[in-house]
């Protein structure tokens, strides 16, 4: 004989089975874990890109988060992995931290959130968008095209400017920290001198930008959920990154982020979506 304790709860287990494999193939056919293995992928890549220069995770993960998450999804999972990723590079190349020379970008930067948080209610994101592309395009071009160059008379007051400007351009765009990339490789700094400034101001950016989220409430509880999921193949990526960092010289440096600030342009220019 089957009682309650023994086989005979088979068919309500069955049933409760098959209840959960019909959720799972229907969430499959409306794309759904097609969509969480894009974000995976997208997250890891981009993590990896991060590790080797430093800088682009945002720019590289946009271009498919778009396609699979909302924007405001979009804005606050790069504004987190950002702050890993990029406090994960500071803490690497600490013996390269120098706070004399970080300090003027954060001066400058936090008034510039500020005043980009503004301006952003009236700004037209498309144009922005075109814009910094364009920009980004035409520095990388030049760059690649002529032997490295290095500023001369450099003060603190534009260390200032380039900082503020950084901030009304992360608070507008999200794309937190990429003047100070550019401005960093124009200073003529070595590889580890460069990732010991501009990953440290980044992050502090970013936590700017994450504090302006959790004072809005807009931090939901599916984007924590996709936070979770995609923090492992965050942190393999960061980990393989620094890893193929390693292999570069400064010429070889000096390189990457220039294609990579070609590559991230292009999609700016021509639309993210």
């Not at 988060?65 to 987190?80: D, K, M």
């Not at 400034?197 to 939901?220: D, E, K, N």
């Not at 996709?226 to 980990?239: E, S």
Request: proline share 4%; with cysteine.
């Amino acid at each position: 004989m089957l009682d309650g304790r023994g086989f005979g709860s088979l068919p309500v287990r069955w049933t409760a089975i098959q209840a959960l494999l019909a959720s799972i193939w229907e969430r499959a056919m409306d794309g759904t874990l097609f969509q969480i293995v894009l974000f995976l992928g997208a997250t890891f890549a981009a993590a990896v890109v991060a590790g080797v220069s430093g800088f682009a995770f945002a720019l590289i993960a946009a271009a498919v988060w778009l396609h699979v998450l909302t924007p405001l999804q979009t804005a606050t999972l790069t504004i987190g992995y950002g702050m890993i990723v990029q406090g994960y590079g500071a803490w690497k190349l600490r013996h390269a931290l120098n706070w004399s020379r970080t300090w003027p970008f954060l001066l400058g930067g936090a008034p510039g959130v500020a005043i980009g948080a503004l301006l952003l209610q009236w700004a037209n994101p498309s144009h922005l968008r075109t814009g910094i592309g364009a920009f980004l395009v035409l520095y990388a071009i030049y760059g690649l095209a002529r032997p490295t160059f290095k500023l001369e008379r450099v003060n603190t007051a534009m260390d200032i400017g380039v900082g503020f400007l950084s901030g009304v351009l992360g608070a507008l765009s999200g794309f937190a920290g990429i003047l100070i990339v550019i401005w960093c490789t124009m200073r003529g700094w070595p590889r580890d001198i460069q990732r010991g400034v501009f990953q440290p101001a980044a992050v502090a950016l970013l936590a700017m930008c994450a504090l302006a989220l959790g004072v809005t409430g807009s931090i939901a509880l599916d984007t924590v959920q996709l936070f979770l999921i995609g923090l492992p193949a965050l942190l393999a990526g960061t980990w393989a990154g620094f890893k193929l960092y390693g292999l570069l010289d400064e010429a070889g440096f000096r390189r990457v982020v220039l294609i990579l600030l070609l590559v991230s342009g292009v999609p700016l220019i021509v639309g993210l979506r």
